[in-house]
């Protein structure tokens, strides 16, 4: 027997009841009614009929899919939630308990998705709060543009465009104006907006068994928040090929189901479904805001990009694209309190990127920032000797990586082969390599350009070091014990940063023996080049020695 999916929960049956009782205890402005589990409602804590003299708007459904709705409920944005059990319409009781709760003289606006529960419960409620004397007023948004119409008498299921329509109605409401004005902006608004999903997978309800039906190399294109079947399985594309495939769909002249044009200024909400990671949901808004704006020829005055109405832990996205007028634009940029809607993207936008400001450099040594014309003995010799290694660092690319996969990510080899061939790129143009301290410094600079990762930052940190000691030193040439000393210093540095030493089974295990035998070499008038031949055969022992200690850091440390 197949096991439900694992998730953190307690009772299945009381995922809704706890997680009202955790929102609340979260956010201070949020309560809810005293009618737990029967009546789940989500209303703002300064709000009552007795003394509201603002539009009410309400919206909600069936759970599953948060923030939406209940993380909408604040000033400025929706009045109350009212929160059905997973994937299940709220009751006709709950709907009136609501409307109840928070209408005051100014009526009531309801803000309801396309699904036929949902129709069908907020309707006999607004009918039965008619009849109680307020006054409601109900829009209905469908926004899907995944299947081509007709679509009958359902029509068009209510996606994440929803939350688009509550921030504008809630803005409205909050600016004073009539219900008969709310509803219309509201409505105008729902008009407006087309959305569409594509899923990696379907979501696994609580308590019950994760449904396999689209495989391991499969994508479902235009799926509903509920996992309804969509438009289409296929096979797995890059996000940049999915994109174009569903701004296609929302747009089509065919469809028309947004009276989208070139020239036309669009807001653009890329949606996570719940088990998509925010990386990726960047990724595709990356991709989408360029494409409409050079392929459809509209520009983007506002972009949400997060999860605002998934559907548990569905691996997906949808995206939404609204036509936004000024007077949308201000709807969208007015303030509001509730905890789900995003901060940060209201106003103008200024260029997405700007130019990597350069390091500062005294103008007196602005010669040495290039390669001399003509090497002295010590820049041949120092421009021989990091072409040997640099060389022997990329022909064992792979030999490092194969060693890195048995212990690590297995990625050492390509990182120090990015850093090695920078090295050798770099030294062409820009290495001063008459002055060994500042060709050390554009050595570290080259390699914390394009080695990232601890690796990168370890090197250059070698590098750094060695530059300040060797300057500190800086005389006509740079002898063999000046660089004892910068490796010295080098070694120093990363053990104080790094927080290692010796026997921690890092690459201070061979600088360390390395760093000690050079120095007592050259101290003793032993021949240059015999203590570096020593002193790296101390570092082979170093490094063979480390077989049988124990790792004291990460092996993505050292």
């Known amino acids: 027997m197949v096991p439900p999916a694992k998730k953190f929960i307690n009772n299945p049956n009381d995922v809704v009841t706890e997680f009202?009782?955790?929102?609340?205890?979260?956010?201070?402005?949020?309560?809810?009614?005293?009618?737990?589990?029967?009546?789940?409602?989500?209303?703002?804590?300064?709000?009552?009929?007795?003394?509201?003299?603002?539009?009410?708007?309400?919206?909600?459904?069936?759970?599953?899919?948060e923030p939406a709705q209940a993380g909408y409920v604040g000033e400025g944005m929706l009045t109350a939630a009212i929160c059905g059990d997973v994937f299940a319409s709220p009751t006709v009781?709950?709907?009136?308990?609501?409307?109840?709760?928070?209408?005051?003289?100014?009526?009531?606006?309801?803000?309801?998705?396309?699904?036929?529960?949902?129709?069908?419960?907020?309707?006999?409620a607004a009918e039965q709060a008619k009849t109680e004397g307020f006054d409601i007023e109900t829009v209905i948004v469908g926004d899907d543009c995944a299947?081509?119409?007709?679509?009958?008498?359902?029509?068009?299921?209510?996606?994440?465009?929803?939350?688009?329509?509550?921030?504008?109605?809630?803005?409205?409401?909050?600016?004073?104006?009539?219900?008969?004005?709310?509803?219309?902006?509201?409505?105008?608004?729902?008009?407006?907006?087309?959305t569409m999903g594509v899923a990696l997978s379907v979501c696994a309800l609580p308590g019950q068994v994760t449904s396999d039906r689209l495989g391991p190399e499969k994508m479902e294109l235009g799926l509903g928040v509920h996992g309804e079947p969509g438009a289409a399985v296929v096979d797995i594309q890059p996000v940049e090929v999915v994109v174009s495939h569903v701004l296609q769909q929302i747009l089509s002249?065919?469809?028309?189901?947004?009276?989208?044009?070139?020239?036309?200024?669009?807001?653009?909400?890329?949606?996570?479904?719940?088990?998509?990671?925010?990386?990726?949901?960047?990724?595709?808004?990356?991709?989408?805001?360029?494409?409409?704006?050079?392929?459809?020829?509209?520009?983007?005055d506002r972009v949400y990009t997060g999860s605002f109405m998934t559907s548990l832990d569905m691996a997906g996205f949808s995206i939404s694209i609204m036509k936004a007028d000024q007077s949308i634009l201000e709807r969208l940029d007015a303030p509001t309190n509730a905890p789900s809607w995003p901060v940060g993207t209201d106003g103008s936008r200024p260029p997405a990127k700007i130019p990597v400001p350069l390091p500062f450099r005294s103008t007196k040594n602005e010669e040495s920032r290039y390669r001399p014309q003509e090497l002295s003995q010590q820049g041949r010799i120092l421009e021989a000797a990091i072409e040997a290694a640099a060389t022997v660092v990329i022909n064992l690319k792979d030999s490092l990586n194969e060693w890195d996969g048995k212990v690590g990510d297995g990625d050492c080899g390509s990182t120090m082969c990015r850093g090695a061939t920078a090295i050798l790129e770099d030294m062409k143009k820009y290495y001063p390599l008459n002055d060994a301290a500042e060709t050390v410094s554009e050595i570290g600079s080259s390699i914390r350009r394009v080695m990232g990762g601890t690796s990168g930052i370890i090197y250059n940190l070698l590098c750094k070091a060695a530059y300040a000691e060797l300057k500190a030193n800086s005389q006509s040439e740079t002898t063999s014990k000046h660089w004892s000393e910068a490796l010295k210093s080098s070694i120093s540095a990363v053990s104080k940063y790094g927080g290692a030493t010796a026997g921690y089974r890092t690459m201070l295990d061979a600088l360390i023996p390395a760093s000690k035998v050079l120095e007592e070499k050259l101290s003793v008038g032993e021949d240059p080049i015999a203590a570096f031949v020593l002193s790296a055969e101390a570092a082979t022992a170093g490094a063979e020695s480390t077989i049988h200690m124990k790792a004291q850091v990460s092996f993505n440390d050292y």
Do not use: W
């Open 20 to 65: 009202i009782e955790g929102l609340v205890e979260t956010y201070p402005g949020l309560q809810y009614l005293d009618g737990l589990p029967e009546i789940k409602v989500v209303l703002r804590a300064d709000v009552s009929a007795a003394n509201y003299d603002k539009v009410a708007v309400i919206s909600g459904g069936g759970s599953g899919h």
């Open 93 to 124: 009781d709950s709907i009136l308990a609501r409307i109840r709760a928070v209408t005051g003289p100014k009526g009531c606006l309801l803000v309801v998705t396309n699904y036929t529960g949902d129709r069908l419960n907020f309707g006999l």
């Open 147 to 194: 299947l081509p119409p007709p679509r009958g008498v359902a029509g068009r299921r209510g996606l994440a465009g929803t939350v688009l329509v509550h921030k504008v109605a809630g803005a409205a409401a909050a600016a004073g104006l009539s219900l008969a004005e709310v509803a219309a902006e509201a409505k105008h608004a729902s008009e407006m907006v087309g």
């Open 253 to 300: 002249p065919e469809t028309n189901y947004v009276p989208i044009t070139r020239g036309n200024s669009v807001v653009l909400m890329i949606n996570g479904l719940g088990g998509t990671p925010l990386m990726e949901l960047m990724i595709a808004a990356g991709k989408a805001v360029p494409k409409l704006q050079l392929e459809y020829g509209l520009a983007v």
